[in-house]
């Protein structure tokens, strides 16, 4: 099975920068992946590593390390919308691909 | 919007009934995935399609089951509904069987009674 960790909530300032955490333990690492998610909507996705390292894309950039078992997502230039869940999962192959979800970050923007 | 269409987007059932939740997928995805996510349990894998066939089975009861129809669009069917089936479930879909991103429908919010 896969255990996924993620602290419950977090709470940081308008403009400022936050690193969200994640570790996982899984027996067939096939990628790991960020989702957003505003409060009663879908999950929108993030980002997907797969390999060691770091993946930028625009004001959110997500890092991996397999040996670890470690990933976090960094949020720049925090905006009041970008307070939200961040979700983090995980693909295991050996159980069919499919998607493994920690229980979420609520993070909350304040002025 | 991603382009997954989910109905009804509400629902309000008492114990023991039985409903069908409907998804159609993003034109061209072949796959579709159902997901539970309640308060407690966090988002859950329930089940995916493939084409028609089932693909992989994650935390999906008994009381539960699903289908993929010939134009690809879904349904889950929950049975002997409880308390407890409260919840949203999303609908999500992809291109290929395995293909690393997903988009989720709006979803449908459940209410037992």
């Known amino acids: 099975g896969q255990n996924i960790d993620q602290p419950t909530e977090m709470t940081a300032t308008e403009g400022a920068i936050v690193q969200i955490n994640c570790t996982y333990q899984?027996?067939?690492?096939?990628?790991l992946f960020w989702y957003q998610q505003h409060a009663g909507e879908a999950p929108t996705f993030l980002s997907y590593n797969v390999l060691d390292g770091l993946e930028e894309k625009g004001r959110f950039s997500s890092f991996l390390s397999r040996s670890k078992g470690y990933s976090y997502l960094l949020l720049k230039e925090l905006q009041m919308k970008d307070s939200a869940s961040y979700l983090c999962a995980v693909r295991d192959h050996n159980a069919g691909n499919m998607l493994t979800f920690g229980g979420g970050t609520r993070l909350m923007v304040k002025p | 919007d991603s382009g997954v269409t989910q109905t009804p987007k509400h629902l309000i059932t008492a114990t023991g009934q039985r409903v069908t939740l409907r998804c159609s997928p993003r034109?061209?995805?072949?796959?579709v995935y159902w997901y539970q996510q309640s308060l407690d349990q966090g988002l859950q894998f329930l089940i995916q399609?493939?084409?028609?066939?089932?693909?992989a089975k994650g935390n999906i009861l008994e009381r539960f089951s699903a289908q993929q129809f010939p134009d690809l669009h879904s349904e889950l069917n929950l049975s002997s509904l409880e308390l407890g089936d409260s919840a949203l479930y999303f609908c999500?879909?992809?291109?290929?069987?395995?293909?690393?991103?997903?988009?989720f429908g709006p979803g449908t919010r459940l209410t037992v009674t």
């Open positions: 034109s061209g995805d072949l796959s």
């Open positions: 399609y493939y084409n028609g066939e089932e693909r």
């Open positions: 899984t027996s067939g690492f096939n990628g």
């Open positions: 999500a879909s992809s291109v290929t069987r395995s293909s690393y991103e997903q988009y």
